[in-house]
Each structure stands twice: as C-alpha cells, then as structure tokens.
C-alpha cells in the first residue's frame, strides 16, 4: 500500500532578515546579513560581542488576543508570527470544516528568553563568602520575592506547543523535540510521519529559538565553537571558507503547514511543494563531535533518498547545515561526497550553499527556515549562496555557490531540494523537498 503524500500548503518565518516570506527570501538571495552587535544584553565583556538577533518585531499583531499570551517567551512569540503567517497563506483561517481533533503540533523548539539577571541576582544574595557555598535560605528568600513565575514557565520548549494549540483551536497530537540542532528538520519528518499513519489532517510544524542570553553565549564561547570576529561582525559567519572561525548565533522561528495531498486538494489549497522524503540517525559518537567520517549525517542523507524513491542525479540543490566551524563544514562536506559524488568527481555533486551565512545559526529552528528556503528555491527557480565565501578551504572541493545567487530557470529550474541538519549530540536529520 502507497503511503499518503505529504504537501506543504503554508509557510512563514521571522528571522534576522525580517518577518515574511518575500522580504527574507529576497534578503537571501542578494546576501544581505542580519548579524550585528548584540543588543538583548551586555555582551561587551564576551569574546563574541555580536549575534544575528530579530529586529522590529512585535508579536501582538499576529494573533488574535494578545491577553492570552501575556508573559510569553521570545520563542513563543517567533513562533505566533510564523505560524499566523502559514496558517494565512494556507487558507486554513477560512475554512470552516477543519475538525480540530484532527489539526496536530510538531514542533522542534528550543527555550526562550531566560529570567537570568534575577536568578543570578537571587545567587549573589545568598552566596555565603566563608563557606564558599550557596546558603539556600538565603537563596530561597529572595529568589521569592524577585525571580518572576510565568517568565521562568515559559523559557521552557514545550510553551510554544501550548501557546500554538491555544492560537489555533489544535486538539490533535502533539510533540515537540529538542535534539539541539536538527530539531526542526525532525519535526517535519516526523509530523509527516504522523499524516501518514493517519493520526491528523493537518500538521503545524517546525520551530523556534532564542539562546541570545548570557548563559547560551557562554556555554558556546566554551565551547570555542561561537566566532570572535569582532571587528567584522556582518561577515563573521562564513561556511566552507578557508579563515572560517566558529558560528553565529541567531534566533527566530518557521513553521509549515502541512497536510495530506487528499486533504489539500479535497480543501482547495494551493500545494507549495512536497515533503518527499525524511532520513534521521545517531553518530553513537561523542556528545561535541561529529563522526570524523560523517558517516550519521551520510546515512541519513541515503535514507532521505531513498525514503523518496529519489536518486542522486535527481537533486538540484543541497541545503547544507553550513555552520561555519572548522569541523562541521569539513565533515559535512565528506558525508556528501560519500552520497552523490562519482568517480571521485566531485562535479558530480549538486550545488550546495549555506543561507547561516546571512542569517546565523537559528538553533533548533535552523533546519525549517531551510526547509522553507528550500520550496521558494522551487518556486523561483533560483539558489541563495554562501554569502562571504571568498575562498573555500583547500579540502572542501565542493561548487558552494559563493557571494552570489544562482539562476537555474533556464536549465531546468529547481525541482528537488535536500536540507540537512546536524545536532550536538550527534543527531542527524535530513528531508528531501520536491516540486508537486
């Protein structure tokens, strides 16, 4: 028996470049940058003193009662605008057969804006100098009367997922991953999964980020994996380049809509592209490092494939993780090479390029703002390009599309996208989009 197919029927970000489809997509395709000194806190003192932050953005206009939301999290509230967005474009807002018991949530989303200026001040108070300790009286007594409850709630990932359901009226199933990285691009593949087995109608998919506070930037600067390219912040995040020094941490939100091909065309909607295929493993590795072979990322590039009876030549563009650090670029480009190339040619291998040149490193929302710019790419016919890419390391052999936009419409336009997206931990997650 067929499995049903999976289409996408609505779309929406709100990212560094902007809030809507055609401002973004456009800021990606003429390599505009959204990094620039960071502005959520002090980072004056960090070794990294900039970040890709959202500008300009005010939730409220995007949902329906601002009331119900009070107090939301920063990832929430990238969530809402997405999701008003895809839910507009996909004509669901006037329909009015949708059985919300059959309208699910798949996200894969991060935590939000931490309440970390009254924790650390709640820590100061009852630091005991003598004993060198926490006195958690002390602590407890004015963590109390300072620390605020509904902020502390919801910096947790699963709020998002509560604040959509409460938005959107969705009774049906409900998940949220956080496996770092390639959370986002898990949760399409699995929402799709759950349209398959028949558990919904209609999917709300994707994800939402913010680790723009002192302890994210901390816990990456030790990591050594943030870039420190201070005196150049708009080209510090530079995939695949030879003097690339670690990535940039952004923030923001996506989320697709999708449904079964059935439902869609019962329903009128207008198909955008298909979820074609979906392929996740582990590197059983080390909880930092990537497989120094690439071999989890590769597997799950052959399993996407595979799951969408697509063959290598077929692949127009790879959406690659691209972070910008010494390891991920280099070992990204080695899993692909085992995939698509022939020969030992690596002509063989469709155009890749990376859009966290231009917009940071989103997090757990990384993988669906790809997977976004993957369906404009079908659309239009055209591929964003590693934006800074002056010259690649010597190793990494592959065409990365430097500096500039591609124009596939006379050869073909673009009909097949494969988005990968690797997490700390070792999770790999790829989907294949594919023109309907």
């Keep these: 028996m067929s499995k049903p197919k999976i289409v996408i029927t609505g779309m929406g970000w709100v990212t560094p470049l902007g809030q809507d489809l055609e401002t973004v997509w456009n800021a990606l395709l003429t390599g505009q940058s959204g990094v620039d000194r960071t502005s959520h806190f002090d980072a004056s003192t960090f070794p990294t003193t900039f970040s890709a932050e959202v500008k300009d953005y005010d939730w409220t206009t995007y949902v329906k009662d601002p009331s119900l939301h009070e107090g939301i999290g920063l990832n929430t509230s990238f969530a809402l605008g997405a999701a008003a967005q895809a839910w507009k474009q996909s004509g669901l807002a006037e329909y009015a057969d949708l059985d919300p018991t059959r309208l699910g949530l798949y996200l894969g989303a991060g935590e939000g804006s931490l309440d970390f200026e009254n924790y650390a001040a709640s820590n100061l108070a009852g630091w005991d100098a003598e004993a060198r300790a926490i006195d958690g009286k002390a602590w407890a007594q004015t963590a109390t009367q300072i620390m605020d409850a509904t902020r502390e709630i919801e910096q947790e990932p699963n709020m998002p997922l509560a604040h959509l359901a409460l ?44 680790m723009i506070h002192p302890l994210g930037v901390t816990g990456f600067n030790r990591l050594t994996a943030l870039s420190n390219r201070n005196d150049d912040p708009t080209t510090a995040s530079r995939p695949f380049s030879v003097d690339r020094d670690g990535f940039v941490m952004g923030e923001g939100g996506g989320i697709i809509v999708l449904e079964t091909e059935e439902h869609a065309k019962a329903r009128g909607a207008t198909i955008l592209a298909e979820v074609a295929g979906y392929g996740s493993t582990a590197d ?121 936009a591609r124009d596939l419409t006379g050869d073909g336009g673009v009909n097949v996208c494969l988005s990968n997206s690797f997490g700390f931990g070792g999770q790999n997650d790829t989907i294949v989009i594919r023109r309907a």
Aim: proline fraction near 6%; hydrophobic fraction near 40%; include cysteine.
């Design 284 to 404: 059983a590795y080390r909880i930092t490092d990537i497989h120094p072979d690439g071999r989890g990322g590769a597997a799950a590039m052959q399993q996407a494939l595979d799951n969408a009876d697509v063959s290598i030549d077929q692949v127009d563009w790879i959406a690659a993780h691209g972070t910008s650090t010494k390891e991920n670029d280099s070992i990204e480009t080695r899993a692909i090479k085992a995939v698509f190339q022939q020969n030992d040619d690596p002509a063989t291998v469709p155009p890749v390029s990376s859009i966290k040149s231009m917009m940071g490193h989103l997090i757990a929302a990384a993988g669906v703002v790809q997977a976004i710019a993957a369906v404009l790419a079908i659309r239009d016919g055209k591929l964003p390009p590693t934006a800074h890419l002056e010259t690649p390391a010597p190793e990494l052999d592959l065409d990365y599309i430097p500096k500039e």
């Design 167 to 210: 938005e959107f009226n969705a009774q049906g199933p409900a998940y949220n991953c956080l496996t770092a990285c390639a959370a986002s691009t898990q949760a399409i593949g699995e929402a799709a999964h759950v349209l398959q087995r028949g558990d919904a109608d209609v999917m709300l998919t994707g994800g939402c980020h913010t």
